[in-house]
């Protein structure tokens, strides 16, 4: 039977909306537009930078402007458009200036509130299966950026770090802790997972690590990254690039130095499968241009040592599968941080903080604070929101 949604020949043509990011315009984004516009003159919105790093937070990999020339320049795209508004229902004002009698969406688009926005006006809402055209593979963007991943790791901080900062171990030495993970996603940049220094390694090896002594890689990274002929007004902690580079969970000893005196390293898959299931991340937002975490730090002998102290708790208690040590000396080593440096906790933080208390048994700023990622200690179910990690295993 003849569908009659479908616009013929002797009937008016009727207008036609779609909206999405098309960040990374490819061939499903073509099809989609192929299939929506049988319909009638079909109309585009587009998310704005804006609010793809704000929804997504991640910076897009096309300026609005470059999307918005390469939509118009599809044969199925009568017109396009910037969406003004934000977050996931970012194109209402684009709906309510085109007036059109149709709405389409990719079945895994479709939600019951943008079904209920159509029904509100009048608009007829369909969903289209995600169908390629005769010869051509089935794509997505979330499919293309998984198989475009770059397969360095990124690293997690779990407890001591700042004490990598031979200002704050000058005043007492201790232990700093970090985990290495898979990359099993794209983390944010500026978010606390060492994307600067991931960068800096993507310069030496572009795609994965090399096989050979991870230590050894480690210093490589941490003396590139921080070239005594760069000038840019700080030495990276040791802490990123041991994440980065050397497998399963570290500790690192710093004593007035930049480079540690010793490294311990922990491969136990019994202790690291737990470590796993116990601890999760929540994205938040980008730490702001302009952000600085070391203004009004207060760093004394006796906070450099509840640091210290907390992270030797810390490890102790991983080692033993002890979920409530490990709580609370997570807890407290993000509370002796926070000591030192008050502008970790910058506007906005506390507000996932307060979100996640009560479905969490401990949580830290990942990294340097000032947004990016909140780490959870869990017992139980992954909460909304949250993100699992993949410590990455010695091969």
Not at 135 to 158: F, H, K, Q, V
Not at 269 to 291: A, D, K, N, T
Not at 372 to 385: Q, R, S, T, Y
Request: with cysteine; hydrophobic share 35%.
């Amino acid at each position: 039977m003849e569908n009659k949604s479908i616009s013929s020949a002797a009937e008016p043509r009727k207008k036609v909306f779609v909206s999405g990011c098309y960040d990374m315009l490819h061939s499903g984004h073509v099809a989609f537009f192929k299939a929506a516009s049988a319909y009638g003159d079909l109309y585009v919105g587009i998310g704005s930078d804006a609010t793809i790093l704000d929804y997504k937070h991640r910076p897009t990999v096309y300026s609005e402007r470059e999307r918005l020339y390469m939509v118009k320049s599809i044969r199925y795209v009568k017109d396009a458009f910037i969406n003004p508004g934000s977050g996931i229902m970012d194109f209402v004002e684009t709906v309510d200036r085109v007036k059109p009698d149709i709405f389409v969406v990719n079945t895994d688009g479709g939600s019951e509130t943008k079904r209920q926005f159509c029904k509100d006006r009048g608009i007829e809402y369909i969903e289209l299966q995600r169908v390629p055209d005769d010869g051509l593979a089935a794509r997505s963007t979330t499919s293309l950026r998984s198989a475009n991943l770059c397969g360095l790791p990124y690293r997690i901080d779990l407890a001591g770090t700042w004490l990598d900062q031979p200002y704050v171990s000058c005043h007492h030495p201790g232990w700093a802790l970090t985990v290495s993970l898979e990359p099993t996603e794209e983390f944010m940049e500026r978010g606390g997972m060492s994307t600067s220094t991931r960068n800096a390694a993507r310069k030496i090896w572009p795609y994965e690590l090399p096989a050979g002594n991870e230590e050894m890689l480690a210093r490589l990274l941490f003396c590139f990254e921080n070239d005594p002929e760069q000038d840019k007004g700080h030495i990276s902690g040791a802490q990123d690039s041991i994440g980065i580079c050397m497998s399963g969970l570290n500790r690192h000893y710093y004593d007035n130095t930049y480079w540690p005196s010793r490294i311990e390293s922990c491969h136990d898959e019994e202790i690291l499968s737990w470590l796993e299931s116990h601890l999760c991340l929540v994205p938040m937002f980008p730490r702001r241009p302009g952000c600085s975490v070391v203004e009004g730090k207060d760093i004394t002998p006796e906070k450099a040592a509840a640091l210290a102290e907390a992270a030797d708790r810390c490890w102790d208690a991983i080692m033993k599968r002890d979920l409530q040590g490990f709580a609370q000396a997570f807890a407290d080593s993000f509370a002796a941080q926070i000591a030192m440096f008050p502008a970790m906790i910058q506007p906005g933080v506390q507000d996932f903080i307060d979100k996640y208390a009560p479905v969490s048994l401990a949580h830290k700023l990942a990294g340097a604070g000032g947004g990016g990622h909140l780490a959870l200690v869990i017992d139980g179910p992954l909460p909304e929101g949250a993100h699992p990690l993949t410590i990455r295993r010695r091969e």
